[in-house]
């Protein structure tokens, strides 16, 4: 059963860089498929932030290429999401995902909360 | 505002049949497969639909996807008190040099 698990500060200052690792079980990343973001922010709709193939291709939101990194460990199964500059607009939960076509296993999601 | 447009909400008594619209273009819908997914409250979405009118193992038969040029539709027939959720459309947009989009979500209830 493959299975997502997200990991990370749940609150982070403005103008900070907010970072999450999601860790993957039952699944090698490396041997494929897109693996991504995506977060939604308190009462309001999901957006995609980005994903990754396991070969290190990155495709990003273009609303927030500008703060965001992607980035893939295979050897611990682990991807991170790095969100720079962020504010309180950036208060949501964020969920990493395994899209195989359609994004077929999310993790539980996790909070951040921007807050001084 | 989202790429995909949903109607805020729908709803339904049990039993009944009930679809929910997703209005695109021709840069995402038009030229790409239509997703659907479920969030129940308080849970991670779950995929409901995929290419359009396929579904996972383990959904129900009473969930059925569409296409049609620029939108699509999902339906359920058979409408029970657990489908109470809110309902989510996306598709990749070739725009922008590739992202996915989502519809703003449709909340569902059953009466």
Not at chain 1, 2 to 16: A, C, N
Not at chain 2, 2 to 20: E, M, Y
Not at chain 2, 52 to 62: A, E, I, K, T
Request: aromatic fraction near 10%; glycine fraction near 12%.
């Amino acid at each position: 059963q493959v299975q997502l698990q997200e990991s990370g500060p749940g609150l982070v200052k403005p103008s900070e860089t907010l970072s999450l690792t999601c860790t993957v079980s039952g699944y090698s990343i490396s041997s494929g498929y897109y693996w991504g973001w995506i977060r939604q922010p308190p009462g309001k709709g999901l957006e995609w932030i980005g994903s990754i193939y396991h070969s290190g291709s990155t495709y990003y939101n273009p609303s927030l290429k500008s703060r965001v990194t992607i980035s893939v460990d295979t050897s611990k199964n682990q991807f991170s999401l790095k969100l720079s500059s962020v504010t309180a607009a950036d208060t949501a939960v964020y969920y990493c995902a395994r899209d195989t076509g359609g994004i077929d296993y999310w993790g539980q999601g996790t909070l951040v909360t921007v807050s001084s | 505002q989202s790429v995909l447009t949903q109607p805020p909400s729908a709803s339904g008594t049990p039993g009944q049949r009930v679809t929910i619209s997703c209005s695109g273009s021709s840069s995402n819908i038009g030229s790409n497969t239509v997703n659907w997914y479920q969030q129940l409250p308080g849970t991670a979405p779950k995929l409901l639909i995929y290419s359009n009118n396929q579904r996972p193992s383990g959904v129900p038969d009473r969930f059925s996807g569409s296409k049609s040029g620029t939108s699509a539709s999902l339906a359920i027939s058979g409408l029970q008190s657990e489908d109470e959720a809110d309902y989510y459309c996306a598709a990749w947009d070739d725009s922008l040099n590739g992202r996915m989009v989502f519809g703003g979500g449709t909340k569902l209830t059953v009466l």
